[in-house]
Structures are given as C-alpha cells and as structure tokens.
C-alpha cells in the first residue's frame, strides 16, 4: 500500500510555469513506477506522464510534449510535474499515481492521490 498526496495546483495564466509535487509514504518509494494524470471538468481522466521507478524511462502524452516534464527524488520519495507554457486547455484536477508496473501507471494505476487543482486563465 502507498499514500500519495498532491500539491502545488494554483491558478496561473496563459504562458506560465508551475510543478505540482507528489508525496509518497508506506511502502518502499523505489518499487513503483509514478504517473500523472488529469481530468477536466465533464471530461475523462487521461494520462499525462509518467516516469519508471529510477527515472531513466519517462512518457508523455502528445498533448504535453516539449512543455511538461516528470521527474523523481527518490530521496525524498517524490514526485514532480514541472509544467511549462500553461494553456486554458490544462485547466484540470491533476492526480498522481503509482503502480509496480510501468505499464499499468499509464493506463490502470493501482494508487491515486486526490488531486490537485490547476486552472489556466488565458
């Protein structure tokens, strides 16, 4: 079992930057795989990122290419989401994830964190 929680979600406009982190506690941070997802208001949640458990392997959706970046501390047992040239279309509930198995964390993670608001003003 881990516990994730989310922070970092504000509102910002158009063109800035902001990182959300993710805390994990309980089992041994190293064995999972970390993700981030998003879900707009009447939309599905959807993949965003996500990062393998020693953080040489990273995905991104097409969406987010070339502006977000997923990295980890294992140190500190966290993960972040630096997000640059926000758009109003980013404007979502951002939840962290966590999964033993890369794979999974990108579509059915097995952990999720409660999310963290970020809204974009254009």
């Known amino acids: 079992q881990v516990q994730l929680v989310e922070s970092g979600g504000g509102l910002v406009q158009a063109g800035d930057s902001l990182r959300l982190s993710c805390a994990a506690s309980?089992?041994?941070?190293?064995?999972?795989?970390m993700g981030w997802f998003r879900q707009a208001p009447g939309k599905e949640r959807e993949f965003v990122v996500a990062?393998?458990?020693?953080?040489?392997?990273?995905y991104s959706a097409d969406s987010v290419k070339g502006r977000f970046t997923v990295s980890r501390a294992n140190a500190k047992n966290t993960v972040y989401l630096q997000m640059n040239s926000l758009k109003p279309e980013d404007t979502a509930v951002y939840y962290c994830a966590a999964d033993a198995i890369v794979a999974r964390v990108r579509s059915t993670p097995s952990y999720w964190g409660q999310g963290t608001q970020v809204t974009v003003s254009s």
């Open positions: 990062i393998n458990w020693s953080g040489d392997s990273t």
């Open positions: 309980g089992r041994t941070f190293t064995r999972y795989a």
